[in-house]
C-alpha cells in the first residue's frame, strides 16, 4: 500500500523556521512527481510546491519563493519542505502527494482541487503565530 507520511510541524513565531519531512513507501519513489500541499483552515487545498519525476525540476507556488525550499532524497525515499521566514498565513495542514504523471501534477500544484494527483498523505499541522 501507498503510504505518505508527513511530519516535522508544531508551533513556530512568524519569521520563524520548520523543516518537513514525508516518508513514502509502497510505490518506485523515481517513477512518480511528489508534491507538498497545504490546506489552512475554512479554506481550499493549496499545492506548495512539487517535483517531477522526468527530470527533478522543482516548483513553487508564488506565496513561498524564496522563503521555502523542496528537496528529495531518493535513497532514504523522503521529501523535504525547508520553510523560512514563516508568516501567520502559513498555518495550514501540510501534506504531501504524489502523481505519475508530470504534466497532472504541474495542473494539480495550481488547482489540486480540479487536478488532483495520485495518493495523497497524512498530513502535519504548522502553525505560525504572530
Known amino acids: 500500500d501507498v503510504q505518505l507520511q508527513a511530519s516535522g510541524g508544531g508551533l513556530v513565531q512568524a519569521g520563524g523556521s520548520l523543516r518537513l519531512s514525508c516518508a513514502a513507501s509502497g510505490f518506485t519513489f523515481d517513477d512518480y512527481a511528489i508534491g507538498w500541499f497545504r490546506q489552512a483552515p475554512g479554506k481550499e487545498r493549496e499545492g506548495v510546491s512539487l517535483i517531477t519525476s522526468s527530470d527533478g525540476t522543482t516548483y513553487y507556488t508564488d506565496s513561498v519563493k524564496g522563503r521555502f525550499t523542496m528537496s528529495s532524497d531518493n535513497a532514504k525515499n523522503a521529501v523535504y519542505l525547508q520553510m523560512n521566514s514563516l508568516k501567520p498565513e502559513d498555518t495550514a495542514v501540510y501534506y504531501c502527494?504524489?502523481?505519475?504523471?508530470?504534466?497532472?501534477?504541474?495542473?494539480?500544484?495550481?488547482?489540486?482541487?480540479?487536478?488532483?494527483?495520485?495518493?495523497w498523505g497524512k498530513g502535519t499541522l504548522v502553525t505560525v503565530s504572530s
Open positions: 502527494g504524489i502523481e505519475s504523471d508530470d504534466h497532472i501534477a504541474t495542473m494539480a500544484l495550481r488547482e489540486p482541487d480540479i487536478y488532483g494527483m495520485d495518493y
